[in-house]
């Protein structure tokens, strides 16, 4: 295992860390490896069990240095179960790894809250052979966290995986979210909402790697900026020439609704494989004004006008998601922040 | 050409070869000295050879991409290519006093005809140097300078002065360093106020020598309310050892201008083309790279516009065709530094016997860029299961009132649309052939009408065999 100290802190010529640098997302000084303290994990609905944790195995600098300060896995057990996970990141630094091994057709809501300075969340899960499983996660943390996200997922032959992330909270965010499609006829769906207000910097980087043929990824990323926020996607599909008949998509879109928002889309596509369907598209606009007139007309102000097309973007965000629970979920949570935050 | 030439060529028409007539030809390999001895063979004044040796000393100190394909990169060998090479004492401006030789190469390339038929002047540049220029009278008359870039820096050395290096400094990338510092022939372009240069003007690049480095430099200022189209189309020979082509294309449109730069590069497949183009439109103007990658080992170059004027145009139209042992890394870059500037980016590349084709792009708007529109599209064809594609499009965004779009898709070739062609009589390859050139069109249909059937020709040639 490649100790942190050792390793080397990427510079932004590297696409992962073109617009979050390392620097801005640790929680000290980047030649450090500060003390951390476990993240508070709790369920009604799934019984956790801890154990010790294992290394990740990366040359990634985040992972490298989340292997450095994590010191227990929380193990999901998945039996059919359909439920919520609470995560509370309190304190100054804080850190939690959760691994979900699904067999069965599981749904799951996974809460982040909390007022930690640093929040370092490390998620694995394995879906195994004709498994179903649909994980959400609300990322609610107070507005002055910084939070470092990896994801790692593994697909297996037959299964069906949907992630759905709804990003509304924290300062800065960067997210690294890798799902691996190891088993023929493997399925993905993943889904992404970001409301970006205040200086919120919401930083989204998706890799999903076919390995085998007829395997097949949707990738929806909306993100709605205001203010002084920015928000970044990148997505990294690639397509092994093994897995022919592969179906892959990946659609970013941005909306801008103040002068000073920002928003970046890197949709990177390898394909090495000719059997295939492979696509991305990204967009980039300010609100229609002509759905603003068509509101406005019907005696909506600006201010409730704009809310309400900005609640239909995000809230569309999700439509595509199979299971009731983990949408519905999304989706009313998303309603009750954006008229907390629009309509005041 | 002999039978055994014919054998290595191949299907590549152009990959026949003169013996090498030089009249200077430097040693292989680069040093301070030889930068100093090509500015001094030409005669160029203090301040170019200046830039020249600063570029030289950027080039040794400024590191490989670290992106693109870097084992290809890696496979440069930088001690091993000719810098300089002259071929003829000077231009000529009749055909009839170009030597024997070389005459008969351009005469193989169809270029005095063409001239005669279609083009408003022509360039000829074999090796490091021009051998032929010529530019119609009326032209001429009109004020419009076209002159190879070693006559422009002696005759307008103020022109060259004011803009050489504005739009690409040689601290631009490591190759921009390398043709500053050794640059030698290329185009010179000059067109008056409110002049419209109906006919294209063409230059034609060759190179003849093995290991031979070319590193042309073009200079295209149009003012205000001109316009002009210019042609560039590139062949080499094929050998068993590579040559490098790196070039630097500098295009400045002032207010209401338009320049239209079309290429077809159809090196041989031992050529490493590593190219920077950049234009900047100011208000009004517009800029338009139109350009065809069928040849060379590896291809990276992203033809970009910056607009900076308001109400600026940049389109990029870009087709790449990567067959066996080729990497076309090719694309656009766009930056909307002024408001309601606009743009569109086609990109089409097809790849086929283990060929890549990658589309590397850049959109930015600038925070002071308000009100652009922008539209990209990407296709990709793959023609079977060895080849690859890859899309690496970059969009940033600092201005909420810029609509942008971006589509890319990566597809085989349609089995209806084969099947549709086949019932019509066409056998499985010319049904190939025609959806290929189909999807060629949007590019083919830019550019002039001989070029165009030429192009669909060498595409035609490159399907050959592509079935079964």
């Keep these: 295992m490649t100790s942190y100290l050792d390793a080397t802190v990427p510079n932004r010529s590297e696409h992962l860390w073109r617009y979050t640098p390392w620097s801005r997302v640790h929680p000290g000084r980047v030649d450090s490896v500060p003390d951390v303290d476990s993240a508070v994990i709790k369920s009604e609905d799934f019984e956790l069990t801890n154990k010790t944790f294992e290394p990740l195995a990366t040359t990634d600098i985040a992972r490298i240095f989340l292997n450095e300060i994590l010191h227990t896995t929380t193990v999901v057990a998945c039996e059919n179960n359909n439920g919520h996970i609470h995560i509370h990141a309190g304190g100054h630094s804080v850190a939690a790894h959760l691994h979900i091994a699904c067999n069965s057709a599981s749904n799951i809501v996974i809460h982040l809250h909390g007022e930690a300075d640093w929040f370092g969340l490390a998620l694995t899960g394995d879906i195994h052979p004709n498994a179903q499983l649909s994980v959400g996660i609300i990322n609610e943390l107070s507005t002055d966290s910084v939070m470092v996200r990896v994801d790692d997922w593994s697909l297996h032959r037959d299964a069906r995986f949907e992630l759905a992330t709804l990003s509304m909270g924290g300062h800065r965010n960067k997210s690294d979210i890798r799902s691996t499609l190891k088993g023929s006829n493997a399925s993905l769906k993943q889904f992404i909402a970001v409301h970006g207000h205040g200086t919120r910097h919401d930083d989204h980087h998706i890799e999903i790697h076919h390995q085998q043929p007829h395997t097949n990824s949707h990738l929806l990323l909306n993100a709605a900026c205001d203010d002084r926020s920015h928000s970044i996607g990148t997505g990294a599909l690639t397509i092994d020439d093994v897995a022919q008949h592969t179906d892959a998509g990946q659609v970013f879109r941005n909306l801008l609704l103040s002068p000073s928002s920002r928003a970046e889309a890197i949709p990177e596509l390898e394909v090495l494989a000719n059997e295939v369907a492979a696509a991305h598209g990204a967009a980039s606009a300010p609100i229609n004004k002509e759905q603003l007139h068509y509101l406005m007309s019907r005696g909506l102000s600006k201010g409730e006008a704009t809310s309400m097309i900005v609640e239909g973007f995000l809230v569309d965000s999700f439509t595509g998601l199979d299971s009731d629970l983990v949408r519905e979920a999304m989706q009313t949570r998303l309603t009750v922040h954006l008229e907390c935050q629009l309509i005041g | ?468």
């Design chain 2, 1 to 468: 050409m002999t039978q055994e030439a014919q054998d290595a060529v191949g299907d590549y028409k152009y990959g026949f070869h003169d013996p090498e007539a030089a009249t200077i030809r430097f040693d292989k390999g680069l040093s301070e000295q030889v930068v100093r001895d090509i500015s001094e063979l030409k005669g160029e004044p203090a301040w170019m050879t200046d830039i020249r040796i600063k570029a030289y000393h950027h080039f040794m100190e400024r590191e490989m991409p670290t992106w693109g394909n870097c084992d290809s990169l890696a496979g440069i060998d930088f001690d091993n290519v000719t810098y300089f090479l002259r071929s003829s004492d000077k231009t000529e401006k009749d055909w009839n006093d170009v030597p024997d030789d070389i005459k008969r190469t351009f005469d193989r390339l169809g270029i005095p005809e063409a001239e005669q038929k279609w083009l408003g002047g022509v360039t000829a540049q074999y090796e490091s140097e021009a051998v032929y220029h010529s530019i119609r009278e009326d032209l001429e008359e009109q004020g419009v300078l076209f002159l190879d870039m070693d006559s422009g820096l002696k005759e307008h050395p103020e022109i060259v002065k004011k803009y050489f290096g504005t739009v690409v400094p040689h601290t631009d990338n490591k190759f921009s360093a390398l043709n500053t510092a050794v640059w030698s022939g290329g185009s010179f372009i000059y067109v008056p106020k409110g002049v419209h240069v109906e006919m294209p003007v063409q230059a034609y690049f060759r190179i003849n020598a093995k290991n031979m480095g070319q590193f042309e430099r073009t200079l295209i200022i149009a003012d205000e309310g001109s316009s002009i189209h210019y042609v560039e189309g590139c062949t080499a020979p094929t050998y068993s050892t590579d040559s490098l082509h790196s070039a630097v294309v500098e295009l400045i449109a002032m207010e209401g201008a338009k320049i239209r730069y079309s290429t077809v590069q159809n090196w041989s497949a031992n050529v490493y083309n590593l190219v920077t183009k950049r234009g900047v439109a100011y208000k009004n103007a517009t800029v338009e790279w139109v350009d065809g990658n069928i040849g060379s080992k590896l291809t990276m170059k992203y033809p970009a516009v910056l607009l900076k004027g308001e109400g600026a145009h940049a389109e990029v139209i870009s087709v790449a065709y990567a067959g066996e042992g080729q990497h076309q890394d090719a694309g656009a870059k766009v930056h909307h530094l002024a408001p309601n500037t606009t743009s569109n980016i086609l990109s089409k590349s097809i790849s086929k016997n283990g060929g890549r084709s990658s589309y590397r792009g850049m959109l930015q708007v600038t925070p002071k860029a308000s009100g652009c529109r922008s539209k990209v599209v990407c296709d990709a064809l793959m023609l079977d299961e060895d080849s690859r594609s890859d899309t690496y499009p970059t969009m940033e965004i600092g201005n909420s009132t810029a609509d942008l779009e971006h589509e890319a898709s990566v597809s085989k070739v349609s089995g209806d649309q084969l099947f549709y062609l086949m019932s019509r009589g066409h056998s499985e390859e010319e049904a190939m052939g025609l959806i290929v050139n189909g999807f060629f069109e949007p590019f083919t249909r830019e550019l002039p009408m001989e070029y165009a059937v030429e192009l669909n020709r060498l595409l035609e040639l490159e399907m050959e065999g592509s079935i079964g």
